[in-house]
T-cell receptor, first 113, second 118 residues
Framework: QKEVEQDPGPLSVPEGAIVSLNCTYSNSAFQYFMWYRQYSRKGPELLMY????GNKEDGRFTAQVDKSSKYISLFIRDSQPSDSATYLC?????????????FGSGTRLSIRP | DTGVSQDPRHKITKRGQNVTFRCDPISEHNRLYWYRQTLGQGPEFLTY????????KSRLLSDRFSAERPKGSFSTLEIQRTEQGDSAMYLC????????????????FGEGSRLTVL
């Protein structure tokens, strides 16, 4: 079983819609989760991070972690064409400063104008 | 700050040849990571360094792969006797941990080195 499982999509929604992206994880030794965004032909860039469970909001983006179900979600409100990208969920593996970051397979998102 | 730099951006080689990629991290970052990414997949962890020490190497990584970071600055990733299955984007990332033992997880990625093995 992969440490992070993610629905690959693709997902296509109209501009202004609310987008929900989801991942499940295993091996929850260290409760640190991230969402990265990757545009075509570019390296990933950090969008949001969160420790433990609960919600974290940043502008139009909300990251949510449900420890009981081992579920990670990213919500995008008022989606824009510029949000079209691949979204990667990630988690720290291990429980020390030597932990590496493990990525899901990514969900390709397209926002239709 | 010029960000993470990778060279070459694209390498085409014949099966059986050796290739080497170079990564120059952000100057104050002491951690350096190598990932491999194929089309439609997320980055797959290969190895990472803290300063010049290689802390972990993926068990999935063949012995044909070797990485070095001799002075704790730039790093090289060498693939010997390349195979067609090695065709992928090789991503380098660097990070600087906050004080204490927590890794913030913010990896700064380069734009990658694309390898095509014919």
């Amino acid at each position: 079983q992969k440490e992070v499982e993610q629905d690959p999509g693709p997902l296509s929604v109209p501009e202004g819609a609310i987008v929900s992206l989801n991942c499940t994880y295993s091996n929850s030794a260290f409760q640190y989760f991230m969402w990265y965004r990757q545009y075509s032909r570019k390296g990933p860039e950090l969008l949001m991070y969160t420790y433990s469970s609960g919600n974290k909001e940043d502008g139009r983006f909300t990251a949510q972690v449900d420890k009981s179900s081992k579920y990670i979600s990213l919500f995008i409100r008022d989606s824009q064409p510029s949000d079209s990208a691949t979204y990667l969920c990630a988690k720290a593996s291990g429980y020390s400063s030597a932990s590496k970051i493990i990525f899901g397979s990514g969900t390709r998102l397209s926002i239709r104008p | 700050d010029t960000g993470v730099s990778q060279d070459p951006r694209h390498k085409i080689t014949k099966r059986g040849q050796n290739v080497t990629f170079r990564c120059d991290p952000i100057s104050e970052h002491n951690r350096l990571y190598w990932y491999r990414q194929t089309l439609g997949q997320g980055p797959e962890f290969l190895t990472y360094f803290q300063n010049e020490a290689q802390l972990e190497k993926s068990r999935l990584l063949s012995d044909r792969f070797s990485a070095e970071r001799p002075k704790g600055s730039f790093s090289t990733l060498e693939i010997q006797r390349t195979e067609q299955g090695d065709s992928a984007m090789y991503l380098c990332a660097s990070s600087y941990p906050t004080s204490g033992t927590t890794n913030t997880g913010e990896l700064f990625f380069g734009e990658g080195s694309r390898l095509t093995v014919l």
